[in-house]
């Protein structure tokens, strides 16, 4: 479905500079981009191709806009404003309402005529499926779970009893929403289960990742927020709280019953220990381990980045007796009468 | 299925406190709490909510007994009886014998007639599944595989070729038991598959988390002791043994022929290098790092926690140095006659 | 199926020292071997066992072939000549041509006679499955997706839809193909999701592990090249491309956009960040994190390893104060009139 520049501009808010009748029917990388194509820049380590490109048109901003050499759509965020048109050039195939004859769908679970479920998808007795759902192929959703409308369950996600996903959600191949928690009370040197009684509550607009896990609560719900975004193999603990607009990139794992605040920016890898709070606004970069609560909001690190093997090993070798060194420097400024800070 | 607080303090050996034909027939948190339900407190950090409760009973320990405002079970591991209480009011519903009608079994399998064979589920020919086992739904159990008795497969767990599972245990969606290890032999630039012609042998009463894996041994089984409990998208490599009893946090991993002894708890995102030994009674903190054999019982750790982002770049920057700085002290010890203690 | 230790010497140009009429039908360990048996010693800490093997053979080299106490099959790298005999005596079963009863196979999806199509599989319009493809049990092809001749999908791998998949693949339980990357755009607060339109193009002799995860590209493709083998709980994210015969072992993950290069070795929980490039030839041991480009092949790391939790708390106390203790060690240099190395 090809698409006019003026549409477009108009649609978007962009001011266009360029050929308004000039149309684009997909989008391209800048350098790889031919006649028909959209791209776009937002990251300034692409600017050296914009000269070069031979897209329809380029969505970028005002102070790149006088380089390009095609087409421009001009807005103050290109990139949002090149998701949106993307979304139109390359729309989700429409929901085919009604079940494919290999799924099976249990007495008693409520679907809407509107809702899609594709091939050896399972629902059970109890669940309910909104309006213009889809359960796609290879899904289970498991009894008394609840699917609010226009929500997507690509395939193989797995949505335990009683779980609770809000509107227009997307899950991805391998997710399992409603898992048990990881309750175990030691006793006697063994450990005894520690039954799982609440459940999981996710909110409208949230993203989850292939082969993420979100644990239900062990009395009281897990709760992800409106808006939350969430990678791949991301793992969120029994009644943890995610606040709105966080988004939790790849293989990043909070533990049981933290507190996330709101539009938090949490980085792959990044670890989470249980029973603390993160308050708004905090943004983790790559692998940072947080162990005790954050109460300002700010950019919080704690991962050393490669080094060469041989020099790292050295380093790391004088780490382990860093304690005796800051002792050592101590003893010297005593000797020299040097003011040292207090390193107690 | 309400229960009188006399019938629990006898059946767990708890001292009753308050009224002995008051009735719980669920449990709730301290502060969510309302009557008819039991709570429990073994957290301190969740002792300023006891005053305040509104639940039935509370179980707890002899020193918060006093501060209790209703009726209390006195324990002394009041959160291993919790457990206990709570598995007696929110109880597993019980296993339905008999073989979901779009369950494919092959001939040649061994299903106990008090087993469950859930919708979509799959057991090849060979495999065996014993009393009261619950094959969930879209689970697969492979050819020679043997589930032992009241194991739950909760649902789309895949259990490979001639694996054996112990009784009792729970797998939750998504694990994966007997996935090939990773064997590859370099040679010439490229690399030649081991096969691997172990398998994976678990014991009994043990549970494992969501999208967690388990490979299957490369010569020898890969084994699981009694009692170990794992939690989700743990990774556990060829010919790993793990003693019984051991806990294992989210998103660990444990490379291949490392050997864990008995009563470890490993936590969450910690990584184990291969052929190496942890003994028994080990502790490892958060993200710990292994990677030589540990011979003491203890607590162990190496990650380092969240900083602001700027001081922590500082601070790692001069990490990189470290070494040269320490030659520097050595250096002006020397320059000063002050005694240093031997930093090589 | 035995086989004469003749004819394996011969095959795999192996020097034979021993019976040459000798059988062998199985692997086993040095230590566990019996009659029958063939073992092989390629990593020194094994060599104990070698005295009192009772294997029928042993693979091995020419520097340990004069201890060893029973036949031997002598070769420059024992451990690949090992894999491959291995792979003979405990052969992949044939692949059984054909559609199982239950697989779901929709109209316009094309498939080799010569294919496998297991049971509960689901195969969508569009999809091609190759000459003797295994398509286990519990798999998903999407449409469009192109699996190539003699790739094995173990049982319930997703390939979503479009992706390209070469030859000789082997792809574990649980892994996802295609799955959308994570892309979101922020605006005014907000997230929108930037849609996902490249693919994956996996190369010829790749194996994939179980619950590994590779995104579509967003635009353009994710590409992982020939001969490249990926353990399990990998993430690899959108527009990541990886060179030939490059290994990636357990819970790593690769940022979107980032470069690997050929004959790389990248260990268990490596993160690496995206837009960065490493190049061929590198190593990156257990659990380092890249967040700049490598440009020269080598060993890195940045792992801190287990230490005794109190011993490291009090050296991770001084780490955070590393950057003030460099400076305090200046002055004390100042003042001692010592020359010290430029610290900035």
């Known amino acids: 479905m090809p698409l006019r520049l003026a549409e477009l501009a108009v649609r978007f808010g962009c001011e266009l500079q360029g050929d308004p009748d000039a149309l684009v029917e997909r989008v391209a990388p800048l350098q790889e981009a031919t006649p028909g194509s959209?791209?776009?820049l937002?990251?300034?380590?692409?600017?050296r191709f914009l000269a070069g490109t031979r897209a329809t048109a380029v969505v970028l901003d005002a102070a790149t806009a006088a380089e390009c050499p095609v087409a421009a759509l001009v807005a103050p965020n290109p990139y949002a404003t090149y998701a949106r048109i993307a979304q139109l050039l390359h729309p989700q195939p429409p929901v085919t309402a009604g079940r494919h004859p290999s799924a099976v769908v249990e007495d008693g679970a409520q679907i809407d005529p509107t809702a899609s479920i594709g091939a050896l998808a399972y629902v059970a007795a109890g669940a309910t499926i909104g309006p213009r759902v889809v359960v796609g192929p290879g899904s289970m959703v498991l009894a008394g779970a609840r699917i609010s409308a226009d929500t997507r369950l690509v395939g193989r996600v797995t949505v335990?009893?009683?779980?609770?996903?809000?509107e227009r959600c997307i899950l991805h191949p391998g997710s399992v929403i409603g898992a048990d928690g990881f309750g175990q009370a030691p006793d006697a040197g063994a450990y005894v289960?520690?039954?799982?009684?609440?459940?999981?509550e996710i909110g409208a607009d949230v993203d989850i990742g292939a082969n993420t896990t979100i644990d239900r609560g062990a009395i009281g719900d897990t709760v992800i927020a409106d808006g939350v975004k969430i990678d791949n193999q991301v793992q969120i603990g029994h009644n943890v709280r995610i606040g709105e607009h966080t988004v939790i990139a790849g293989c990043a794992g909070i533990s049981g019953s933290a507190v996330v605040g709101r539009r938090c920016m949490i980085g792959g890898m990044v670890g989470v220990v249980g029973h603390l709070e993160i308050c708004d606004d905090v943004a983790l970069t790559g692998r940072t381990m947080v162990s005790s609560s954050i109460r300002q909001p700010g950019v919080y690190s704690s991962a050393l980045h490669a080094d060469e093997a041989r020099r790292f090993r050295r380093n790391a070798a004088r780490f382990q007796k860093l304690d005796e060194l800051a002792r050592r420097v101590r003893k010297l400024e005593g000797a020299a009468g040097v003011q040292g800070e207090d390193d107690e």
């Open 160 to 166: 335990c009893e009683n779980v609770r996903i809000g």
């Open 42 to 47: 937002a990251n300034p380590r692409y600017r």
């Open 193 to 200: 289960k520690v039954p799982q009684v609440g459940s999981v």
């Open 38 to 40: 959209l791209a776009f």
